[in-house]
């Protein structure tokens, strides 16, 4: 069963597109022993936003709303789109269970496969389920209908 993953209580700034799909977002997939996530975008920040919201959604992460904020800056760099995905939703699976934080506030940018995130969160409250790693399983940046789009594969 897909699901649709509607990233509460975030909205999305961009626009909705004529047949009623958000223009950037996150679905899960069926798969047969790992977790599969479709992600799609108007643009590469965004895309890897949406990779790191629909990730923390699929373990059933919640934040400690009453613990103080935490910010956190990131500085990756890579030669494709597809490393420098993995390198950044690997970066905050290591944050996740080795700080116990997570965050819902991205302010990316990506210029010559240089990735440079101002991250705000908070202490992880629950979570349901965990990632052990993000795979490169047919895993590629592509342009489609919304944008960008990728299918990212978890090993579990």
Same mark, same amino acid.
């Given at each position: 069963?897909?699901?649709?993953?509607?990233?509460?209580?975030?909205?999305?700034?961009?626009?909705?597109?004529?047949?009623?799909?958000?223009?950037?977002?996150?679905?899960?997939?069926?798969?047969t022993?790992?977790?599969? %996530?479709s992600?799609? @975008? /108007? *643009?590469?920040?965004? +895309? $890897?936003?949406?990779?790191?919201?629909?990730?923390?959604? &699929?373990?059933?992460?919640?934040?400690?709303?009453?613990?103080?904020?935490?910010?956190?800056? %990131?500085?990756?760099? @890579? /030669? *494709?789109?597809?490393? +420098? $995905?993995?390198?950044?939703?690997?970066?905050?699976?290591? &944050?996740?269970?080795?700080?116990?934080?997570?965050?819902?506030?991205?302010?990316?940018?990506?210029?010559?496969?240089?990735?440079?995130?101002?991250?705000?969160?908070a202490?992880?409250?629950?979570?349901?389920?965990?990632?052990?790693?993000?795979?490169?399983?047919?895993?590629?940046?592509?342009?489609?209908?919304?944008?960008?789009?990728?299918?990212?594969?978890?090993?579990?």
């Amino acid at each position: 069963m897909k699901k649709l993953f509607s990233p509460e209580p975030y909205r999305s700034p961009h626009r909705e597109t004529r047949d009623d799909v958000p223009s950037a977002g996150f679905r899960e997939n069926e798969h047969t022993a790992d977790w599969e %996530l479709s992600v799609w @975008a /108007p *643009d590469l920040p965004g +895309l $890897l936003e949406q990779a790191a919201r629909g990730m923390y959604a &699929l373990c059933s992460i919640s934040l400690d709303g009453s613990a103080a904020r935490r910010e956190h800056a %990131l500085d990756l760099t @890579a /030669p *494709d789109s597809e490393t +420098l $995905l993995v390198s950044f939703l690997e970066e905050l699976l290591y &944050l996740a269970e080795q700080e116990r934080i997570a965050f819902d506030t991205f302010k990316i940018t990506v210029a010559e496969g240089r990735l440079k995130a101002e991250l705000s969160g908070a202490p992880i409250r629950t979570q349901g389920k965990e990632i052990k790693a993000v795979t490169y399983h047919n895993l590629a940046v592509r342009q489609g209908p919304h944008g960008l789009e990728a299918s990212i594969v978890f090993d579990v």
